[in-house]
T-cell receptor
């Protein structure tokens, strides 16, 4: 089955700096890669996703890049703000199979 | 449009008891997936229901079961609770299944003593 590794497990950045979280996946057939943000006491919320026919996708301060050859994808957050502090999860899926999640990255923005 | 709702939000049980958790999906969504979230194992897929039928199942023992009703609401049941079942149980709904974007509820936090 699919296996997703996520790094780093914790990340602290100064407010205004950029944050990058990386994930690798094992199943080369995976074709859908969402990123979720989970705040304390809440369920994960989808923030951005990318499909395997696209190399990069941006939404304001958030971007995701996908390298199918290397089987890795990354989340980039620019101009970080205190409200970006949360746990971020990557995930991968092939077709109609279940989503497989990474182990999460706790991002802390230092004011 | 109202989001995914889960009840109860918090639950305390003792070993050996059984528990039923409820999930109401977003209106119009027909697929409900359940996940267990723990600090050690992260988000683990339990099962997915679509149109009252279980369509996918994760690697959990038979003590974990679920069902879906005709209005798409779903319940999951855990029998003979063990300490290791303490976790946040998340429900996610989507229009038609795992291929679609999933929207998560706030979860039910279960503590087994």
């Amino acid at each position: 089955g699919e296996n997703v590794e996520q790094h780093p497990s914790t990340l602290s950045v100064q407010e205004g700096d950029s944050a990058v979280i990386k994930c690798t996946y094992s199943d080369s057939a995976s074709n859908y890669f969402p990123w979720y943000k989970q705040e304390l006491g809440k369920g994960p919320q989808l923030i951005i996703d990318i499909r395997s026919n696209v190399g990069e996708k941006k939404d304001q301060r958030i971007a995701v890049t996908l390298n199918k050859t290397a089987k890795h994808f990354s989340l980039h957050i620019t101009e970080t703000q205190p409200e970006d502090s949360a746990v971020y999860f990557c995930a991968a899926r092939f077709g109609n199979e279940k989503l497989t999640f990474g182990t999460g990255t706790r991002l802390t923005i230092i004011p | 449009k109202a989001g995914v709702t889960q009840t109860p939000r918090y639950l305390i049980k003792t070993r050996g008891q059984q528990v039923t958790l409820s999930c109401s999906p977003i209106s119009g969504h027909r697929s409900v997936s359940w996940y267990q979230q723990t600090p050690g194992q992260g988000l683990q897929f339990l099962f997915e229901y679509f149109s009252e039928t279980q369509r996918n199942k994760g690697n959990f023992p038979g003590r974990f079961s679920g069902r879906q009703f005709s209005n798409s609401r779903s319940e999951m049941n855990v029998s003979t609770l063990e300490l290791g079942d303490s976790a946040l149980y998340l429900c996610a709904s989507s229009l038609a299944g795992q291929k679609e974007t999933q929207y998560f509820g706030p979860g039910t936090r279960l503590l087994v003593l």
